[in-house]
């Protein structure tokens, strides 16, 4: 049984909600701050700050989503939904980062749960996720959500599968999206204030 994050959640100071199209520099800016460990378990290969640049341009490109865990109006964390159109038409791959400050508090935990409810409203019948054969923590969040788990050429791929959509996945992500928007201007306006204060 698959278990979903509550909507709009609070919690360590934090707030989870949509990137919205116009914010791939929020992402950009919290891939830059991962250490070079953490970047090379989120990519399975080193990245220069050249490379995450690039990468997060793509970051509103149609039918991506991405999620971010957001503490005073910057990006801590994310969780990224990418739809896998030229392998499958009804799966996506999806992809977790968390600044060092912030593991181990069930951040990636209520990330997941967020984009496994977006995935059951889209219709999508499999999520993908591709981690070292190391990272014990990403396999452990894989099969709390009853991932099956095989490794593939060296790497470990967790397949989660999506319940059909119902009532109550489409309606808190209605109610999340309006939450979406209004959060947008309240983080828009805490960093500017804090870069009018620098
Ligand atoms: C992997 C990562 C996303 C985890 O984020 P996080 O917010 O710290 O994870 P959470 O706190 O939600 O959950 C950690 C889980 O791992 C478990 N865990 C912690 N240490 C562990 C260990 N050494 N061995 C096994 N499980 C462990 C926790 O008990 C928890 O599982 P539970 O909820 O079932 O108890 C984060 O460390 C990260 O960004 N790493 C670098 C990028 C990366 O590895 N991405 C994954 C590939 S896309």
Partial sequence: MLKEADAAEVEHLGFIRRLLASEAYLLRDHLLRLDGEARYRRFAHDV???????????????????????????????A??????????????VAFSVEKPFVNRGIATKLMGRVIRTARNRGLRHLMLVCLPDNAKMQAIARHYGADLSVEDGSVIADIVPQEPDYHSWFSEILDERMTYLQSAFDLQTRVRRAAEI
């Fill in 80 to 93: 990224e939904l990418r739809p896998d159109i030229l392998m499958h038409r009804d799966g996506a791959e």
């Fill in 48 to 78: 220069s700050d050249d490379f995450i640049s690039r990468y997060a341009a793509h970051a509103g490109d149609f039918g991506n989503v991405t999620f971010g865990y957001f503490v005073d109006g910057e990006v801590r964390a994310v």
